[in-house]
């Protein structure tokens, strides 16, 4: 009560009769002391000194650490040396080598069924340590929905245009506007494959390279497969029991899995168009519950909704419009 009338919480008074409360000013435009392993000016000064020696000069800080230490001697550790490069700009891009071009993450954004999808490639295991099938799985981001799967032993480009093929051929895409996104994986950057996207019209789309979450819808439905009860996590006899598992799998995800991410209903319904009507028919039943129990209610009923685009890439500024214009 009294921390309430002082209008600070429990928290903060805790933390102050702790024992363990800071000593210094802990708001961001505070003076504090200089930490006291923070290098000099002179030591600051020699260290330039030093890398700016004819015999260092083209020399990384990586390199010329280990030559010190040869020698017998240490002025700083290797990232101070660089930090202290950096800030005196000394730190630059050498040699005939293009420099390093940090690559934009591309942006797509699909407000319906079969705009974008998203695809790759993980492993399952085999009948024996050590061997694995692979698993090769579409999904269209907006619904996902899983439009493709097939379960080979190999990885190459043939099984993935033959994936491509079907799950085009079984979604009836024929002149819309499709995008493909995909790892750099080398089926995904096979000549052939790529020929095949082009003939079919598709844009393919490519995660930036070292980048890890720049597919996370493919990366997500993984571990949904994996996690899911019944997994054969030790692996199955054969290709065929593999398929078979995998098929069922699907069949559960796609037309009875309630999806969070798409306001819990199933993948086959946000595909089919179905989602806004189930959604008001829950708000319906919501309301009318609501209605004959006011008392029950504190708040106002639960928002049963669904995005109405998604996007595979970050969207500040098109999350900044929408929220201008709304």
Sequence with gaps: MACREIGISVRTYERWTSGKALKVDGRPGAVRPEPKNK???????????????????????????????????????ESTIYRILRENNQQHHRGRSKAPIPREPVTHVA???????????????????????????IVDIYSRKIVGWEVWETES???????????????????????????????????????????????????????????????????TCKYRPGYPAHGMRSLEQERRWVRSFVEWYNTKHHHSGIGFVTPEERHRGEADRILDNRRRVYQMARERHPERWARSPRAWSAPDWVALGPLTEMADRADAAS
């Design 39 to 77: 290098l000099s000016e002179a030591e600051r000064a020699a260290v330039i000194s030093v890398m700016n020696r004819p015999e260092y000069a083209s020399l990384p800080p990586s390199q010329v650490v280990p030559m010190l230490a040869d020698d017998g001697v240490y002025i700083a550790s």
């Design 157 to 223: 480009a043939t099984c993935a245009e033959t994936l491509i093929r079907r799950a085009v051929i079984r979604e009836g895409i024929k002149s819309n506007p499709l995008v493909i996104h995909s790892d750099n994986g080398s089926p995904m950057k096979a000549a052939t494959y790529q020929a095949l996207l082009e003939a079919l019209g598709i844009t393919k789309s490519y995660s930036r390279p070292r980048v890890s979450n720049d597919n996370p819808y493919s990366e997500s439905l993984f571990k």
């Design 111 to 137: 407000s319906g069924s079969n705009q974008v999808w998203s695809w790759d490639i993980t492993w399952l295991p085999g009948p024996v340590r050590g061997m694995y099938y692979r698993l090769y799985m």
